[in-house]
T-cell receptor
Framework: GDSVTQMEGPVTLSEEAFLTINCTYTATGYPSLFWYVQYPGEGLQLLLKATKADDKGSNKGFEATYRKETTSFHLEKGSVQVSDSAVYFCALSDAGGYNKLIFGAGTRLAVHP | DTGVSQDPRHKITKRGQNVTFRCDPISEHNRLYWYRQTLGQGPEFLTYFQNEAQLEKSRLLSDRFSAERPKGSFSTLEIQRTEQGDSAMYLC??????????????FGPGTRLTVL
């Protein structure tokens, strides 16, 4: 079945460092891809999405490109801030019509001043 | 747009008791989803409604679980005879499905269930 694999955390960075969180997927058909973020004590929030191959999703300085050839959707940010500390989830929406989300296990990011 | 709301936010119960959670989706969203999230894991799909019709149920949803969306608006998730393994965060999400529109799911804050 469809699945998402994320790099294990925690990822610990200093402020202004470059961030990459790897995400690869296995799916039949052509799923949409998402990054959700969960800040401490808060619910899941959509960070960005891409609906077809080569699309780039972007928001709040974060970017991810839908790479069909490598089945990847890596999250990047050029300069992280302390306020970016959170758990990041990669997810795919199955192309079967019901669009249920299949999530990775999440990657915890801790940014220190 | 008031967002997806869930009630209660926390529930502590004893093993064997029944519990019911409520989800109010974003108004006019026709799709509603329930997920379960355990500590250190990503959310796992439980079930899904389009309007009042329950269209898909995960194998995770045992016979002790039942979900309804009677008028296509709010939804309830009931767990009968709770077990310690039911302890988790239960998340609700809603989305709008329309022609030519890729629906995005918006999540509520979740109900944290602790079974003693």
């Amino acid at each position: 079945g469809d699945s998402v694999t994320q790099m294990e955390g925690p990822v610990t960075l200093s402020e202004e460092a470059f961030l990459t969180i790897n995400c690869t997927y296995t799916a039949t058909g052509y799923p949409s891809l998402f990054w959700y973020v969960q800040y401490p004590g808060e619910g899941l929030q959509l960070l960005l999405k891409a609906t077809k191959a080569d699309d780039k999703g972007s928001n709040k300085g974060f970017e991810a490109t839908y790479r069909k050839e490598t089945t990847s959707f890596h999250l990047e940010k050029g300069s992280v801030q302390v306020s970016d500390s959170a758990v990041y989830f990669c997810a795919l929406s199955d192309a079967g019509g019901y669009n249920k989300l299949i999530f990775g296990a999440g990657t915890r990011l801790a940014v220190h001043p | 747009d008031t967002g997806v709301s869930q009630d209660p936010r926390h529930k502590i119960t004893k093993r064997g008791q029944n519990v019911t959670f409520r989800c109010d989706p974003i108004s006019e969203h026709n799709r509603l989803y329930w997920y379960r999230q355990t500590l250190g894991q990503g959310p796992e799909f439980l079930t899904y409604f389009q309007n009042e019709a329950q269209l898909e149920k995960s194998r995770l949803l045992s016979d002790r679980f039942s979900a309804e969306r009677p008028k296509g608006s709010f939804s309830t998730l009931e767990i009968q005879r709770t077990e310690q393994g039911d302890s988790a965060m239960y998340l609700c999400a809603s989305s709008l499905r329309a022609k030519g529109f890729t629906d995005t799911q918006y999540f509520g804050p979740g109900t944290r269930l602790t079974v003693l």
